[in-house]
């Protein structure tokens, strides 16, 4: 538009702007309008493929992990209610429902020889053994999603790291950064000394006696003192697997 | 799973710490418990009656993970079955303990149970006989502990379904049932 001096050339180019704004505002609109129109096609083919492939989703743990990584990416929950499209086309709520039922039975069982904390592949296992008659198969990342489930509705379940190893929190026992240190160190022999955790971590004496105190009181670990060296030892049975106990020299 | 000849022994046996006292009190109520039904159960099965405290006794060490239970620990396993009325001190050192993984009144049954099943409700036997006759073989009568035996007829008798009475012999009672 040729720009004119004067108001009415001021005028003219304030029209223009205004005109450039809405049409700025109707392309994004289409933008989003698109967008919403591919994500809900593609919401509506995820539900194709899910209604098509239902026995693979609930057989293959592999396959499911797979499924609910597509789900997130499109913003699609099947565990967000246990009502609704996706929990009924898929049983999946009860799914996950029943393991995080089946998570809290063994927790609580073992609770008594490991003090609230339980290795994710033992408990994995134990469910597992649990489920033997069951059709569907369980991965780890089944367990994981129940657990975050479980999490959610406020049972004071926690997944924490110690090194390699992913434990299963099930009481209200806050693990400190220095506990779990400890815990990281077990995971070599399922033990520590007071020695090995001075030494390896650089701590003084106190700070390890502390720490070790603290685990002992919380259940979490046992004390040894039948070991032909004289040396006391500290076993934690959350980093050993409790179904069968390890001999150690 | 390790054995004991037969015995399949839990897996705590072959976990280090459970040797050792605990210290924390809920630990070691767990521990205790463990314990204590193992003791129980191989006892039951091997039909041991009387424990030495300082002997050798298979449960007191595994030496697959080299280690032994202290004296202390001994003790405290032991004294926690007495208290549950599952064993009774022979003496008062606590160095020999009676194990009772069938309670007296068991006992009582077991033998009524006996009696009924060989027709001896108007017999009479001898104490000996009850616990090694021909007829207790394959029973848990057979090798029982005598002074348990004694104890269950005792009971019966005040019950009034026997009466136990002096044998010919300087060592051996007789029993006249009368069920």
């Known amino acids: 538009m040729r720009r004119r001096p004067g108001i009415g050339g001021l005028q003219t180019a304030a029209a223009a702007r205004d005109q450039y704004r809405l049409l700025g505002e109707n392309v994004a609109k289409l933008r989003t309008d698109l967008m919403k129109e591919q994500l809900a096609t593609f ?18 743990p592999a396959f499911r992990s797979q499924f609910h990584e597509m789900c997130a990416k499109v913003g699609v929950d099947p565990l967000a209610s246990n009502k609704g499209f996706w929990a009924e086309l898929l049983g999946i709520g009860d799914f996950y429902y029943e393991l995080g039922v089946q998570i809290v039975e063994i927790c609580l069982s073992t609770r008594p020889l490991n003090g609230g904390l339980i290795d994710l592949q033992e408990l994995c296992k134990l469910l597992r053994q649990k489920r033997k008659h069951d059709r569907e198969a ?26 390699k190893k992913k434990l299963v929190r099930s009481v209200p026992t806050e693990l400190k950064k220095d506990h779990n240190e400890i815990l990281e160190l077990a995971q070599a022999q399922g033990y520590v000394t007071v020695d090995e955790v001075e030494r390896r971590l650089s701590w003084t004496h106190g700070r390890a006696i502390d720490a070790l105190d603290t685990l002992l009181d919380e259940g979490l670990a046992m004390i040894d003192d039948g070991h032909s060296d004289g040396k006391r030892r500290y076993w934690f049975p959350c980093v050993s697997s409790i179904s069968s106990f390890g001999a150690d020299s | 799973m390790q054995k004991l000849g037969d015995f399949k022994l839990p897996h705590f046996f072959n976990y280090p710490p459970y040797f050792t006292l605990q210290p924390v009190r809920e630990t070691r109520e767990k521990q205790v418990q463990l314990w204590k039904d193992l003791i129980l159960d191989y006892c039951r099965t091997q039909k041991i009656f009387v424990l030495g405290l300082e002997e050798e006794f298979p449960l007191f060490s595994n030496p697959v993970i080299e280690r032994t239970l202290s004296h202390e620990a001994r003790e405290a396993f032991l004294s ?4 549950e009325g599952r064993a009774e001190w022979l003496d ?22 006996f009696v009924k099943d060989n027709g ?3 017999s009479v036997m001898t104490v000996e006989e009850i616990r090694s006759g021909i007829e207790s073989r394959g029973t848990e009568l057979h090798g029982i502990d005598r002074t348990i035996l004694i104890r269950a007829l005792k009971i019966l008798e005040q019950k009034g379904k026997l009466a136990i009475f002096k044998g010919t012999s300087a060592d051996d009672e007789g029993v006249k049932f009368s069920v």
Not at chain 2, 93 to 106: N, P, T
């Open chain 1, 43 to 60: 919401r509506s083919q995820l539900e194709e493929f899910a209604r098509k492939h239902k026995n693979d989703i609930r057989k293959n």
């Open chain 1, 138 to 163: 369980v991965s780890e990342d089944d367990c994981l999603r129940a657990i975050s489930k479980l999490k959610t509705l406020g049972s004071g379940f926690e997944v924490i790291s110690a090194g």
């Open chain 2, 80 to 83: 926690a079955l007495v208290s």
């Open chain 2, 92 to 113: 008062k050192g606590h160095r020999k303990c009676r194990i009772l993984w069938h309670r007296i009144q068991d006992w009582a049954d077991s033998i009524l149970k």
């Open chain 2, 120 to 122: 001896f409700e108007d």
